[in-house]
């Protein structure tokens, strides 16, 4: 017998905007994002600062983007891959992830961007010809001002956080959606996305559109870069929200589309066909008109029934 499919209530979120990845442990997902945010760290931060150009042919942009690409891919299924906080952000505003377990992930993201530079910071101490490894640091840590390869003032530095923000989570957003084809290329849709904007803001600011690689960078280098690093959590965090409300209102809409209820009239004819055959399964041949003729006179007009009733009593 064929029952109807229940839909879900106008306004509500489908089930395919709630983040798969929730299906793990939490322990699993934040262990997951402290190891992925480690290494893209690690690498984002520690290729530039080993870069010499005349014998390095991978620009460290296109490595940060390969970093992320391979994190999504080994920890992505456990977690989402998110190892930014603007991301999680994004995915918290657009109802993917709950709030804690959105909060829950900054910390891991923080914790696994913190080793990471820990790590690097001891590497850097190991080669005796570094003799400031704050200097080193200073190469690669995001600012703005005097701290910025071409003196990009505040303003310049802001719109591009927000601009870069903004679109790694859109991206981020429609490319992993359940009802994406092409989910499955998520990590490398993310990851070109990523090296693209690194290199875009490597020259503004060395801008990372990741507020856990800023702090982590900024923790290890000179003083002022500290007094500058609320601006690259604030600019990433507002493109974050405005692309995270953006597929909101994509979701909503599909969601009040699927939940439109279909005339009850229509509904019923959709369905009479397999209730006719069902009671002919059960009471033999003859059941199915026995039910058309009930509906029948169930459907007549009362002026039909009314008249009946008055010819009777004429009679």
């Not at 800023?214 to 965090?237: I, K, M, R, Y």
């Amino acid at each position: 017998m064929t029952t109807p499919v229940p839909t879900p209530e106008t306004g509500t979120l489908p089930p395919a905007s709630i983040d798969e990845a929730q299906r793990a442990g939490l322990p699993a997902r934040l262990s997951a994002e402290a190891m992925g945010t480690l290494f893209v760290v690690v690498i984002g931060l520690g290729v530039p600062v080993f870069t010499i150009p005349q014998t390095n042919p991978l620009p460290a942009s296109l490595a940060g983007g390969l970093a992320l690409t391979a994190a999504m891919l080994a920890f992505g299924y456990l977690s989402g891959g998110h190892f930014n906080p603007a991301v999680t952000v994004g995915n918290a505003i657009a109802g993917r992830i709950r709030l804690a377990d959105a909060a829950a992930y900054l910390g891991a993201q923080l914790a696994g961007a913190l080793l990471g530079a820990v790590t690097l910071f001891g590497i850097l101490r190991t080669i005796p010809k570094i003799s400031d490894t704050r200097a080193a640091f200073d190469t690669v840590t995001a600012g703005f001002g005097q701290n910025s390869i071409i003196q990009a003032p505040l303003a310049g530095v802001l719109l591009v956080e927000v601009l870069g923000g903004a679109l790694l989570v859109a991206v981020y957003l429609g490319v992993a959606s359940a009802r994406n084809p092409a989910r499955s290329a998520a990590p490398f849709a993310v990851g070109l996305t990523m090296a693209v904007l690194l290199q875009l803001g490597q020259t503004i600011g060395n801008t990372p559109f990741n507020p856990a690689r800023a702090t982590a960078s900024a923790l290890f280098s000179s003083p002022d870069s500290l007094g500058q690093l609320w601006l690259f959590w604030v600019a990433p965090l507002v493109g974050a929200a405005l692309a995270g409300l953006v597929f909101r209102g994509f979701a909503l809409s599909v969601a009040g589309g699927v939940a439109t209820p279909e005339p009850a009239l229509e509904s019923e004819t959709a369905l009479e066909p397999a209730l006719e055959s069902d009671v002919a399964d059960d009471d033999g041949a003859s059941a199915a008109p026995a039910v058309r003729n009930d509906r029948a006179a169930q459907s007549r007009p009362r002026s039909d029934e009314a008249r009946d009733f008055f010819d009777k009593r004429g009679e």
